[in-house]
């Protein structure tokens, strides 16, 4: 039996780090980012369907999708940000539905999808939770500036992804990551002895499900 858990959360909220604690615990992720730069290399559909929507432009010396380049295309206008959503998204969610086929459907596993973008994708109902990973406005801009982004970046994309308020309204849990490692650690073992027990009850109620005449 697979519980899926939707793992999402606005710009340098510390997502990366909560997903790998909930690895940790041994939970198997899916980093979304990671589905998406595969997608981006030359050859791969989502290269294809960048290059023909934004042109050459975005594209490296060595043929690749420059991100930064696209990011600046993508990112001008809140219209621009869902075309790039709606040309990637449906390539991703393709390949969550080939990783969950290839899973045993006797295997007890909680699978954790991490997504930046996740809510404004739509689609929440194929996730059996949702958790949003939460800090405030000022820690994002901190945090993405210590990335190397500057001010003016990090306030950029905040203001093309979903209000704080909005995000939060969606999740199931919530994880608070303004604090330290531990502080972290221990939000995500709270979460994870919930959903394990959200697991324990998905499974009884598939047993106690009549058979189909």
């Known amino acids: ?60 010396a060595a043929g690749a999708i420059d991100r930064r380049k696209l990011a600046d295309v993508a990112f001008a206008s809140p219209e621009a940000a869902q075309q790039l959503n709606a040309l990637i998204h449906p390539l ?37 939770r949702i958790i949003v990973v939460d800090v405030s406005r000022k820690i994002q801009i901190a945090r993405g500036m210590a990335r190397g982004m500057t001010h003016d970046e990090v306030v950029r994309r905040i203001a093309h992804q979903l209000p704080r308020e909005e995000r939060l309204r969606h999740a199931d849990y919530v994880i608070d990551n303004s604090g330290d490692t531990e502080a972290a650690r221990a939000e995500v073992r709270r979460v994870f002895d919930a959903l394990r027990a959200d697991l324990a009850a998905k499974k009884k109620g598939r047993a106690e499900s009549p058979s189909p005449n």
Do not use: W
């Open 92 to 128: 991703v969610r393709a390949e969550e539905q080939k990783l969950l086929a290839a899973l045993p459907p006797d295997d007890d596993r909680i699978l954790v999808f991490e997504a930046t973008l996740l809510i404004e994708a739509g689609h929440l109902e194929r996730y059996d």
């Open 1 to 60: 039996m697979i519980l899926s858990a939707g793992l999402t959360g606005g710009i340098a909220s510390g997502k990366s780090t909560i997903s790998r604690l909930f690895a940790e615990l041994g939970c198997m992720t899916v980093d979304a980012d990671a589905v998406v730069a595969a997608l981006y290399r030359p050859g791969a559909a989502g290269h294809a369907a960048l290059v023909e929507t934004y042109g050459a432009g975005i594209v490296d």
